[in-house]
């Protein structure tokens, strides 16, 4: 029998009372807001309306992004802070989980949860924009940013976006949902153009944005890269026309810092420039008095400048943050010694999500004769680098620009401070000594020798991987940002080999960024299991140990898959040319795998467990009818409307059919499944073999069973028509499966 308690009680979520309080901006919650913020900028002169839209310069303020106060109108000021992860350098915060880790739980309500954490204590801090969530569509394998988002699927990562921004502006922060668009590489991102045809930008790397809109999103920040030979920032066509009109995007466009390369960006949809100089400490800016200028000369129109104002104003109104209560910047980014420098701990209790979501997004790869979870076992050796802390503690490298000891995040703006890192060997030391247990550890890489001689008598020997990636501006071991390639650092495949031929019982825990190629040793006899932990933040070591001892039923998936070679991804980082063609299309991560029949190591949504699932009673009912002029119009398969927010029409997304199976814990112990939905498009539709359109995570005490309900709507069976310029019905029908991955079917159906 295993150890395996009852694990929600161990690990405490916030109460579903607290998450309840939690819902999306709505179009009503805009129309206050924004009578708020024109009533208010009536009062403005021109001069202050255009400091509103332009930051005061590179380390002028306390913030990353600082908007100026305006004592005439007793306008605060604004401060934007990154990062996804946690409040970038400050102290006394936590840092949490990844976005990789995040989705990989596929766990709406941990995702939530972690919003509102995070929003909590940016909100304490005194920040009033919050620069993320980041929800690029990791489409190269290699990109350094990827691990920030939430992974290789739009469904999946616009859901994940989704719960993470209603969570954070459930706490009166601004969330920022970024990089709009494409910028899916490091190497020259800010000369290459994505070359994007107009279909795939709609149905793979604007979804997750049209989800952010949907949960009231306050802002979007605009990406370095050219789209189509233009800069995305002073991209017309991205700004104005997909995002503001087809979508229905109220709130404020904000650039990347130093991103805006242009005044006339103002008049293509750019609302605010951060940091406010054109290249840090330049001491100019494409706003203020060039903005100013062009209002006076007639080349941008003072009603342009009034719209920018007024979404600025509006996303402030719309979190409350006009409230003399909204607490004020209490640190500084720049200067320790600054005396706005309080030292506030915000932290609270947010360990307890943060181990929760490390634990829950840990994917158990292989489990051979269930050598997991361990037992009280004689005798333990951690074998690698990763397994224990930096020598000079986890922040010892600027924006984590380094590996030594375990790792828990990427590099880059997308990081922030650790308060501590929990490491995996001083939480298995830990249960070691509850256990009794006997533990020693060899935390070198290369003497592959001394390694195996280190674990060769545990009972069982647990081996240590990492491979780490992150923005341009760092450069690790040759790494500019972007992964030189898919294989484990530190000589990892040796590590695991060499161990693996002195003891038969050697498990391997990875720590990574994205996708490894684990050929060199996944078939290794003496490899008996494989834990994925990815990048799960401060609890990172007790988030561990809670999967290996089974306190925690491992429940996460693969947000992306693991191919067997590097050249079975469908696109790979270009650097010998400034055009990088986006010729794989629709057929992003296990979409291509599927496409053209290549056989993964393992496939996007796999993931083991300790306990065993049976599907049964697959239902598909259609539960709303074509009856409105628009819901009959796309039904012939024409584009029903072109108005503002069309992509976002109540009728496009209400529920059209309900798809539901029953699920029965077959084993013995408690455990989630997380059974996903995916929709097998019509020939017409010139779409993947299998899209992902559902998702859930249903715990289940031993024999019990439950029941998965996923919701269809009209715009899950849409595709974007170029020429028509909306979304239609493909002709034919819709085939379906229920399964444990994007492979593994287990009940299949049709959308009649």
């Not at 793979?204 to 605009?222: D, E, K, N, Q």
């Not at 100089?277 to 062009?294: K, P, V």
């Not at 209790?349 to 979501?357: G, L, T, V």
């Not at 932990?533 to 070591?541: D, I, K, R, V």
């Amino acid at each position: 029998m295993y150890p395996l308690l009852a694990a929600a009680a161990l690990l405490v979520a916030p109460s579903t009372a607290a998450l309840s309080q939690s819902a999306p901006k709505t179009d009503s919650d805009w129309t206050t807001a924004y009578a708020q913020a024109r009533s208010y900028l009536s009062q403005f002169t021109l001069e202050e309306k255009v400091n509103l839209t332009t930051g005061v310069g590179w380390q002028g303020g306390h913030c990353v992004g600082n908007i100026p106060a305006i004592p005439r109108v007793n306008f605060p000021g604004l401060c934007l802070q990154d990062s996804p992860v946690g409040v970038r350098f400050a102290d006394r915060v936590s840092v949490f989980p990844t976005g990789i880790n995040t989705a990989a739980t596929f766990d709406r309500e941990l995702i939530r949860a972690r919003g509102e954490a995070m929003g909590a204590e940016f909100r304490a801090k005194g920040v009033n924009i919050a620069l993320g969530p980041m929800m690029n569509m990791g489409r190269v394998a290699q990109g350094g940013r990827n691990w920030e988002g939430f992974g290789a699927d739009p469904f999946l990562t616009g859901e994940a976006a989704y719960e993470t921004i209603v969570g954070m502006q459930s706490q009166g922060i601004q969330a920022c949902a970024k990089h709009y668009i494409n910028n899916e590489q490091e190497h020259n991102r800010t000369l290459e153009s994505s070359i994007v045809d107009d279909r795939f930008q709609h149905e793979i790397y604007t979804h997750p944005f049209l989800r952010s809109v949907a949960a009231g999103v306050a802002s979007v920040m605009c990406s370095y890269k050219k789209v189509n030979g233009t800069y995305a920032c002073g991209n017309d066509e991205m700004l104005n026309d997909v995002l503001k009109h087809q979508i229905g995007f109220k709130g404020l466009v904000v650039s990347d810092w130093s991103a805006t390369m242009s005044t006339m960006s103002a008049s293509a949809g750019l609302d605010m420039t951060m940091p406010g100089d054109i290249t840090f400490f330049s001491g100019d800016s494409y706003f203020g008095g060039n903005l100013t200028q062009a209002v006076n000369n007639g080349t941008i129109p003072e009603s342009r400048v009034d719209d920018m104002a007024t979404r600025i104003l509006a996303a402030w109104f719309l979190l409350g943050q006009n409230s003399s209560s909204y607490p004020p910047v209490s640190f500084d980014s720049f200067n320790i010694n600054d005396p706005v420098q309080q030292h506030i701990d915000v932290q609270a209790d947010h360990y307890k999500i943060i181990r929760k979501i490390g634990a829950a997004s840990t994917v158990l790869l292989k489990n051979t004769n269930k050598t997991l979870p361990l037992n009280k076992p004689k005798s333990i050796a951690l074998i690698g680098s990763d397994a224990g802390p930096a020598s000079q503690g986890p922040n010892s490298f600027g924006d984590q620009g380094g590996d030594i000891g375990t790792l828990a995040l990427g590099w880059g703006s997308g990081t922030a401070n650790f308060s501590y890192l929990v490491s995996p060997l001083e939480a298995i030391q830990a249960q070691a000594r509850k256990d009794h247990s006997s533990i020693s550890w060899y935390l070198e890489d290369f003497n592959t020798y001394a390694a195996a001689i280190a674990g060769a008598y545990a009972d069982v020997a647990i081996v240590f991987l990492n491979a780490d990636s992150g923005e341009d501006y760092i450069t690790v071991d040759g790494n500019e940002g972007d992964r030189k390639n898919l294989t484990a650092w530190h000589n990892g495949d040796n590590l695991v080999n060499a161990v693996a031929r002195q003891n038969k019982n050697t498990v391997v825990v990875v720590h990574s960024v994205g996708p490894l190629i684990v050929e060199p040793w996944i078939d290794n006899e003496n490899v008996t299991a494989v834990l994925w932990a990815g990048l799960p933040g401060q609890e990172s070591g007790n988030s561990l140990v809670d999967v290996l001892y089974g306190v925690w039923n491992p429940s996460g998936r693969l947000a992306y898959t693991i191919a067997k070679d590097p050249s079975d991804y469908p696109a790979g980082i270009v650097d010998n040319s400034l055009d990088i063609p986006y010729t794989e299309g629709l057929e992003i991560d296990y979409r291509h795998f599927d496409a053209k029949n290549i056989t993964p190591r393992f496939e996007f949504g796999f993931g083991l467990s300790y306990t065993e699932f049976a599907y049964a009673n697959l239902k598909v009912t259609q539960v709303n009818t074509d009856t409105s002029d628009a819901e009959k119009t796309w039904a012939s398969g024409k584009v029903a409307s072109s108005d503002v927010g069309a992509s976002l029409a109540d009728w496009l997304h209400a529920t059209y059919y309900c798809v539901s199976v029953d699920i029965t814990n077959t084993g013995g112990v408690y455990g989630a499944e997380i059974p996903q939905l995916y929709l097998n498009p019509p020939a017409a539709a010139n779409s993947p073999p299998s899209i992902l359109r559902g998702f859930t995570s249903l715990p289940l005490d031993p024999g019990k069973t439950g029941t998965a309900q996923f919701n269809i709507s009209r715009y899950d069976m849409s595709v974007w028509d170029v020429v028509q310029q909306g979304w239609i019905k493909p002709e034919g029908t819709y085939g379906l499966f229920v399964g444990a991955s994007s492979r593994d079917k287990k009940l299949e159906g049709q959308l009649a």
